[in-house]
Nanobody, 122 residues
């Protein structure tokens, strides 16, 4: 499984960005695409995830109401729509993939894409 994330950049506080993560692997069974982020000097943290089958989404409390996750089956691509961005959202954002349970658990994700930097200026 290969993952390719894109869409990062510089945005002012209150603005929006949409990240995309395309997978070249299979998305059958209980495939889950997750988003994580790592701010400077901090541990990587769960942002959200989507179950490919059915489209159930999960988001962290810290971004709930501002970030949403979706997928395009035809393009094998998941999206992280980020609205009302805050300076504290500045981080490198990663997409990751797994099968099975443990949606928020970083160690359960076996496949990772290269991160994309999101910088939110105040």
């Amino acid at each position: 499984v290969q993952l390719q994330a894109s869409g990062g950049g510089l945005v002012q506080a209150g603005g929006s960005l949409r990240l995309a993560c395309e997978t070249s692997g299979r998305t059958d069974s209980d495939f889950i695409m997750g988003w994580f982020r790592q701010a400077p000097g901090k541990k990587r943290e769960f942002v959200g995830a989507i179950r490919w089958r059915g489209g159930t989404t999960y988001v962290a409390n810290s971004v709930e109401g501002r970030f949403t996750i979706s997928r395009d089956n035809a393009k094998n691509t998941a999206y992280l729509q980020m609205n009302s961005l805050k300076p504290e959202d500045t981080a490198v954002y990663f997409c990751a993939a797994k099968w099975g349970e443990g949606v928020t658990m970083e160690p359960r994700y076996h496949y990772w894409g290269l991160g994309t930097l999101v910088t939110v200026s105040s």
